[in-house]
């Protein structure tokens, strides 16, 4: 059984890391508030084209992506 992905709230309320973040050998994943003008996250997204996946959808997605093709959109 699959389960939604929650951010990892049982996580980060307790000043953790999300899972796969803190476990991703490559660091592919940043996590991060995009209101904290100094955090890593707010920097890369500054320096890399970011893209939602299905924005025509406008589910308004807090996971974002950099450098998609298009045929993953
Ligand atoms: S490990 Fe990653 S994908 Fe799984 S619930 Fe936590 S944040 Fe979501």
Do not use: W
């Not at 796969?20 to 940043?30: D, K, L, N, S, W």
């Not at 299905?54 to 959109?73: C, F, H, I, M, W």
Request: hydrophobic share 35%; aromatic share 8%; glycine share 4%.
């Amino acid at each position: 059984m699959a389960d939604k992905c929650t951010f990892c709230y049982h996580r980060v309320a307790t000043g953790l890391l999300p899972a796969c973040v803190e476990a991703c050998p490559t660091q592919a994943r940043i996590f991060g508030d995009l209101r904290s003008k100094a955090s890593r996250l707010v920097r890369f997204t500054r320096m890399n084209r970011i893209h939602v996946l299905k924005p025509s959808l406008n589910t308004q997605p807090k996971v974002y992506y950099a450098q998609l093709d298009g045929e993953v959109r």
